[in-house]
Nanobody
Framework: QVQLVESGGGLVQPGGSLRLSCAAS????????MRWLRQAPGKERELVAA???????ITVDSRKGRFTISRDNAKNTVYLQMNSLKPEDTAVYYC?????????WGQGTQVTVSS
């Protein structure tokens, strides 16, 4: 059982930045993939970015250049740096860990982009 705790969400003005953190209870180097997903009100949950145990990164096209996923194995933490935030980035952001056939989720952190 992997426990994930997200932090770093909040209210930010358009054009601002936030860095989300996801602290894992397990050694993230042994986790196949760590992902950030988000869910806006009335919409389906969607992938934002992912990073594999081998270090490969995936960022959804519409967020490339603004969002960057990274990890610190020593801290068992994955980050999502979000720059040039837009109102449409408003959502609950979830951290997800994929280990084999198992999926683990954090509780989510709210990001609100508004003036």
């Amino acid at each position: 059982q992997v426990q994930l705790v997200e932090s770093g969400g909040g209210l930010v003005q358009p054009g601002g930045s936030l860095r989300l953190s996801c602290a894992a209870s397990e050694n993230i180097a042994s986790i196949n993939a760590m992902r950030w997903l988000r869910q806006a009100p009335g919409k389906e949950r969607e992938l934002v970015a992912a990073i594999t145990s081998g270090g490969s990164r995936i960022t959804v096209d519409s967020r490339k250049g603004r969002f960057t996923i990274s990890r610190d194995n020593a801290k068992n933490t994955v980050y999502l740096q979000m720059n040039s935030l837009k109102p449409e980035d408003t959502a609950v952001y979830y951290c997800n860990a994929v280990m084999g056939s198992n999926d683990y989720w954090g509780q989510g952190t709210q990001v609100t982009v508004s003036s």
